[in-house]
T-cell receptor, first 112, second 110 residues
C-alpha cells in the first residue's frame, strides 16, 4: 500500500473555527490532491498540488486554502468552518499527472 | 451536469453471479479509472485504462473510446466484493483533473 496518512481521522468543530487537515506521504509523489465526498455527489476536487509551493484550485475550492511547504505534506485549511463543510475529506497522491491515484484513509469532519 | 454517469446506482446479486457496472462519460479523456470503496471508507484503485481491456483476478475492465463507455465486470461474485465501485476520468481539457461518478453500491448475498 502507498504510504499516505491523514490526520486527524475524525474531528468535530464549531461553526466559525479554523480547521487544518494534514496529509502526509512517504512515496515522494509529485502530485497531491484534496477531495471531499458527500452523499449524492462523487468525490469532488478541492485543491491540488503539482510540487512544493505549487498549488491550484479545483471545482469546490471556495472556503478552503492549502499549503505545501514540503514534498511529503499537504495541508488543507478551513479558515472559518461552516456546516456545509461537514464532509469526509480524502487526500490522494499520484506520481504522474492524470495517473493512478492512491488515497488516504479519509478524515470525517463535522461542523456543528 | 456530471461528466461521468454510472449505472446502476445500486445492485444486489447472489453469490456466484456475473456482475456488470457501467460508466459513460461526455468529454475527451486521457484515462479512465475504476476504484473500490469498502464500508469504512478506504478507496483503492482497481484499474487505469485508456483503451481495450484489463483483467485482474475476477475483475475485468473494458473501455470503448468511440462510444465513451466503460464496463467493470466481476465474475463469480463473492460477498467480499460488496463495496461501492467508482468510475473516474482524467480529462485532457482540464489538465488531467479527475472527475468522479457517484458510485455503484454492490451487495453480494451469500
Amino acid at each position: 500500500d502507498a504510504g499516505i496518512t491523514q490526520s486527524p481521522r475524525h474531528k468535530v468543530t464549531e461553526t466559525g473555527t479554523p480547521v487544518t487537515l494534514r496529509c502526509h506521504q512517504t512515496e515522494n509523489h509529485r502530485y497531491m490532491y484534496w477531495y471531499r465526498q458527500d452523499p449524492g455527489h462523487g468525490l469532488r476536487l478541492i485543491h491540488y498540488s503539482y510540487g512544493v509551493k505549487d498549488t491550484d484550485k479545483g471545482e469546490v475550492s471556495d472556503g478552503y486554502s492549502v499549503s505545501r511547504s514540503k514534498t511529503e505534506d499537504f495541508l488543507l485549511t478551513l479558515e472559518s468552518a461552516t456546516s456545509s463543510q461537514t464532509s469526509v475529506y480524502f487526500c490522494a497522491i499520484s506520481e504522474l499527472r492524470g495517473g493512478e491515484q492512491f488515497f488516504g484513509p479519509g478524515t470525517r469532519l463535522t461542523v456543528l | 451536469k456530471n461528466e461521468v454517469e454510472q449505472s446502476p446506482q445500486n445492485l444486489t446479486a447472489q453469490e456466484g453471479e456475473f456482475i456488470t457496472i457501467n460508466c459513460s462519460y461526455s468529454v475527451g479523456i486521457s484515462a479512465l479509472h475504476w476504484l473500490q470503496q469498502h464500508p469504512g471508507g478506504g478507496i483503492v484503485s482497481l484499474f487505469m485504462l485508456s483503451s481495450g481491456k484489463k483483467k485482474h483476478g475476477r475483475l475485468i475492465a473494458t473501455i470503448n473510446i468511440q462510444e465513451k463507455h466503460s464496463s467493470l465486470h466481476i465474475t463469480a461474485s463473492h460477498p467480499r466484493d460488496s463495496a461501492v465501485y467508482i468510475c473516474a476520468v482524467s480529462m485532457t481539457n482540464t489538465g488531467n483533473q479527475f472527475y468522479f461518478g457517484t458510485g455503484t453500491s454492490l451487495t453480494v448475498i451469500p
